[in-house]
């Protein structure tokens, strides 16, 4: 067995996952590598969503029962866990959203709708990268349609790597708003964030972090970061689907409009205007997510348990290992950096002329789950004259034995495929 430094007990940390001893296709057990995509969930935060619907379940903040003041016990809990989590100065600047996409959709609309000084409008201009998920182009492609806005981007080096050698000409005096993903969801990039947000700070643009393939990874200290607003999902940090967070500073979040309007996010209502709640109520109308937010405050502690400095050291051990071995595979080209360094835990590429649905074909039939496609990253592929790509990622539970097991999948789809 291979042994590398820095490795967690992954075969205690395995046996708090369930689906990991799942076997598929005669009796194949499942090596899963699409951890980019969602991460599995420890019997910690199973036994925490059954516990909420089986002892607490009701709906919080206005109901004077027992049950209600305990589900609204449990959800603001989960706030308080996120907040300490990622080291926010107020619990008041974690709002819940059902995902990552709403999150940044969230702060979007937020800037299309604001007051002077934060307007976006035919007269300023957005910022983005070549390297975004979709969900970091899209509502900024809205906004700029619906503003007028000029939206503007930064191109990606050969390596996979952001190109800021234009830095003072994408980022100007125009600039309202700097949004970018702390590490590619396709590539596994760590991108220069103090560079860039320094840039910003001079001319007085607010940033926002897509810190999605970032949260479950490594430390996420939103002080230390100084953004503007910082997104990030559950489900990827082996927590329950349906619950994303935005955080952002408290004095944006005051003077800022909300984008969902309805009950909870109210203060006083007529039938001539409205009046809003503080922040983070303000931005989460109707019925929150609550199981998914009890779930998540049960991801964080069962993450914090282990330690995000020792999941990161045991990631980039696993990563280091990856990459050697899949550059060992004739006709393999890794699509990003070709080293472990700055780089996160997802590693995509292209086999040859094998399309990357036929190599993700045969890995399943072995039992290795890996992803294909462009990842919801299409201009990365468009970047460097692909269709798509196999992703393979990797988390707190993954061995060297499953990248072995990679490796040996990839060469049996060379062999298939003559």
């Not at 949260?215 to 939103?222: E, G, I, K, N, Y």
């Not at 500073?249 to 969902?260: C, G, M, T």
């Not at 899949?326 to 590693?347: F, K, Q, Y």
Request: glycine share 8%; net charge negative; with cysteine.
């Amino acid at each position: 067995m291979t042994q590398l430094p820095g490795l967690l007990d992954t075969e205690a940390i395995r046996k708090d996952f369930p689906l990991l001893d799942r076997q598929v296709h005669d009796g194949k057990k499942v090596v899963y590598l699409d951890n980019a995509a969602t991460s599995q969930k420890p019997r910690q935060v199973l036994d925490a969503l059954n516990a909420y619907y089986e002892r607490h379940n009701a709906n919080v903040h206005r109901g004077v029962h027992v049950l209600a003041e305990e589900a609204t016990a449990l959800y603001e809990g989960a706030r308080d866990k996120v907040a300490a989590f990622i080291n926010a100065p107020s619990r008041d600047e974690v709002i819940f959203t059902k995902n990552a996409s709403e999150s940044l959709n969230l702060v979007a609309n937020m800037l299309g709708w604001a007051d002077e000084p934060y307007r976006v409008d035919r007269e300023t201009e957005i910022v983005i990268t070549e390297m975004e998920h979709h969900s970091n182009i899209v509502p900024w492609q809205l906004l700029s349609q619906r503003t007028g806005a000029k939206l503007k981007w930064f191109g990606i080096t050969d390596d996979g790597r952001l190109d800021l050698s234009n830095i003072e000409e994408v980022i100007t005096e125009q600039t309202k708003i700097v949004s970018f993903t702390l590490v590619s969801n396709i590539m596994g990039t760590v991108n220069p964030v103090e560079t860039i947000i320094r840039r910003a700070q001079e001319v007085g643009a607010l940033v926002c972090i897509d810190a999605s393939q970032a949260a479950p990874h490594m430390v996420l200290d939103v002080q230390a970061l100084q953004a503007d607003f910082v997104a990030f999902t559950g489900h990827k940090m082996c927590g329950p689907t349906g619950i994303g967070v935005l955080w952002g500073r408290q004095e944006l979040l005051e003077d800022l409009p909300p984008f969902l309007g309805g009950g909870e996010m109210i203060e006083t209502v007529s039938m001539h205007s409205s009046t809003y709640a503080p922040a983070p109520h303000k931005f989460e109308a109707g019925t929150p997510p609550i199981a998914q937010a009890v779930g998540l405050g049960a991801a964080v502690d069962y993450l914090t348990s282990i330690g995000m400095d020792n999941i990161a050291v045991h990631e980039h051990a696993i990563t280091e290992y990856a990459v050697k071995r899949l550059l060992e595979v004739p006709d393999l080209r890794i699509i990003g950096p070709s080293t472990a360094e700055d780089r996160g835990a997802t590693i995509s590429f292209t086999l040859g002329d094998i399309h990357p649905h036929d190599v993700g074909q045969v890995l399943d039939e072995q039992g290795i789950a890996v992803r294909v496609g462009h990842h919801c990253a299409r201009p990365v592929c468009l970047r460097y004259g692909i269709p798509a790509t196999t992703r393979a990622s990797f988390y707190l539970y993954s061995t060297p034995a499953e990248v072995d097991a990679l490796v040996e999948g990839l060469e049996h789809v060379r062999n298939f495929f003559g």
